[in-house]
């Protein structure tokens, strides 16, 4: 009977430890899936907040998405446990359209959006006919037409609005050119066949180029900087505090400081 008892002791103990793998002794979780679509905002994670998290204890999954348009959704379903590629603004357009209870936590390293040409050295080639690629969604058209209008190129009708922005919203060109609506990430690919094109940072570099090719950058305001995503119900747990943590040490500030290809970033207060 003593060895039974004995038995059923170190089976006990056996599964404690195992569940312990994956939870404090609180019950927090201990392994995070974080989501992304491609580029600067992952290598981000993997350089410096991956290898944080990873000493503090937690198993961290890197999930990359070919579309951000899967992103949100995956975070909704409880596939992910965050996402780093979306603004303050993208996130509060998809909540509204879809219902979806996320909310933003920190801002990140942001890349300006900004105008490119494979064709023209300067924006005062622009000519009558000419066609200027720019994002098909309203946010970030938003963007690009706010860029458009610092430069001269076009009017904005006083009070848009941000979610329902449109060509319908554009009072005056400077010339006769054709906005061409596209999904932001066709836009690099599509550049031999614009004169212009309006690109994300974020798609900038993951298509090999530099944010110093840009001809114009936008001065990203708050709203558009890009954020680290999460369900509102998560919003208190200790992996996100964890989470936010790693964006504010040492370690990450050094390596945004260190790599070229984080040059030109906009960078949030707790990094400047």
Not at 3 to 25: D, Y
Not at 225 to 246: C, P, W
Request: hydrophobic share 35%.
């Amino acid at each position: 009977m003593k060895r039974l008892f004995l038995a059923l002791v170190s089976i006990v103990c056996s599964l404690f430890i195992i569940t312990g793998c994956t939870q404090t002794s609180t019950g927090d979780q201990k392994e995070i899936s974080l989501g992304f679509t491609p580029g600067p905002y992952s290598d981000q994670v993997k350089k410096a907040v991956q290898p944080y998290l990873e000493k503090k204890g937690y198993k961290v999954k890197i999930v990359e998405f070919n579309s951000p348009n899967e992103t949100n959704p995956a975070l909704t379903n409880k596939d992910i446990d965050a996402n780093i590629f979306q603004s303050t603004a993208f996130m509060e357009s998809y909540s509204k359209e879809n219902n979806a209870k996320i909310k933003g936590v920190i801002q990140v390293p942001s890349a300006p959006q900004g105008v490119y040409s494979e064709k023209h050295k300067s924006l005062d080639d622009l000519e009558d006919g000419m066609k200027i690629g720019v994002p098909n969604d309203p946010v970030n058209l938003e963007r690009a037409l706010r860029i458009l209008e610092g430069i001269g190129w076009v009017k904005l009708k006083d009070n848009v609005n941000i979610l329902t922005i449109s060509e319908k919203d554009v009072t005056y060109k400077k010339k006769n050119f054709k906005l061409v609506p596209l999904e932001s990430p066709q836009i690099p690919r599509a550049m031999k066949d614009l004169d212009y094109g309006i690109i994300n940072g974020n798609l900038v570099i993951s298509s090999g180029h530099k944010l110093k090719e840009a001809l114009e950058l936008e001065k990203t305001p708050s709203q558009h900087r890009i954020i680290v995503a999460v369900r509102d119900e998560d919003k208190e747990k200790a992996f996100v505090k964890d989470l936010i943590e790693a964006y504010h040490s040492p370690e990450f500030k050094k390596m945004i400081e260190s790599e070229e290809q984080f040059n030109g970033f906009v960078l949030p207060d707790y990094l400047k």
